[in-house]
């Protein structure tokens, strides 16, 4: 698979953008992308995004996470009439439910925040493989019937969607803070 | 003219750790580094961590996170008798505290997960650095003494502390499953 880093902005960029290292220049790069073309996302693609994902780190290394990939044009279409984000799902021509075992969860706190690392790490690998992502939380508002859409066990916790696909042409924008706003402290 | 099939890698190595994307190499060569040097960790080397987590999606971009960056010795160490790893905390020239500000909160389970989205990026920036990081979560059981120890509002939930060094000679494991494992369904 051949990755394909979208271009870098020529001018450097407030909020430290502007790094020489490829991986801080990809953390501070990336955007939640929500309109991509119609080419299709492979499933080496998806499973090369799930390995990433799979490196994040988790608490007693529990590893609690699980996937299910989906591709297929009646299941995504299903899925948007679920969220209010409906056009996003109806977009992308590939999506991932990210899922928690609760057989596995050890931790409610850092079971969830290790689904956030894991998260993370999808969504830079997405953007290393040349794709757009975006991380779709409202739909837990509909877990339950998103579970049984995809035939999942009860057991599998719904964590967060997230849909993909090749960016649509555009301008993304973010907006943090200014780091001081963050700093409470240093000692 | 036969259709050529992609081709496949001709060594694939164990945990996809065979990556020429350096994103994709970076995620899946990050470890959690226990032992440091005793080289310091400059104050603008936390910072550059600190704002690596701060590009970490949050839900309706609240940014929630806030941190307490540690390099003053004494702190250190009696930050190290809240925690089972006391050997890793006495030995980490520098650690960073992360918080949630409750104010700042509007969804327990969205608001961890976007902590561990921070607190993955703060990870691969420190790597990128040439830095060691782990990421701490044991000692949430003493989070109340941590707060006031770092003399920090009430209103900020500490999440997890990162401590940080340079990687001390050694090597570093690290397992997962299997991919099949994780991946429940593709449809």
């Given amino acids: ?3 394909q880093p979208r271009p870098r902005p020529q001018t450097p960029k407030p909020n430290g953008q502007d790094h020489q290292h490829p991986v801080l220049a990809a953390i501070s790069r990336r955007r939640s992308i929500r309109d991509y073309t119609a080419a ?5 693609a998806l499973r090369e995004i799930v390995r990433a994902g799979t490196w994040a780190p988790s608490g007693i290394n529990n590893q609690p ?3 299910v990939l989906i591709r297929d044009e ?3 279409k299903q899925l948007a ?3 209010k984000y409906r056009r996003i799902v109806l977009s992308a021509p590939a999506l991932i ?3 928690l075992d609760r057989d596995a969860m050890y931790d409610q706190v850092k ?5 956030g690392a894991c998260l993370q790490n999808m969504l830079l690998a997405a953007e290393a493989l040349g794709l757009g992502a975006v991380w779709l939380g409202q739909i837990l508002q509909n877990k339950e019937q998103v579970r049984q859409l995809l035939e999942v066990e009860q057991k599998h916790d719904l964590m967060a969607v ?9 301008e993304q924008r973010a907006q943090r803070k200014p780091l001081e706003e963050f700093i409470l402290k240093s000692i």
Avoid: K, N, S
């Avoid at 299709?40 to 080496?44: D, I, L, P, Q």
């Avoid at 079971?111 to 689904?115: E, K, R, S």
């Avoid at 997230?162 to 555009?170: Q, W």
């Fill in 97 to 99: 439910a990210v899922f």
């Fill in 74 to 76: 009646q299941t995504r």
């Fill in 65 to 67: 996470w699980r996937f």
């Fill in 162 to 170: 997230v849909a993909l696909g090749h960016p649509a042409p555009g």
């Fill in 111 to 115: 079971d969830h925040q290790a689904a």
């Fill in 1 to 3: 698979m051949q990755p």
């Fill in 81 to 83: 009439e679920l969220t």
């Fill in 40 to 44: 299709e996302v492979t499933e080496e």
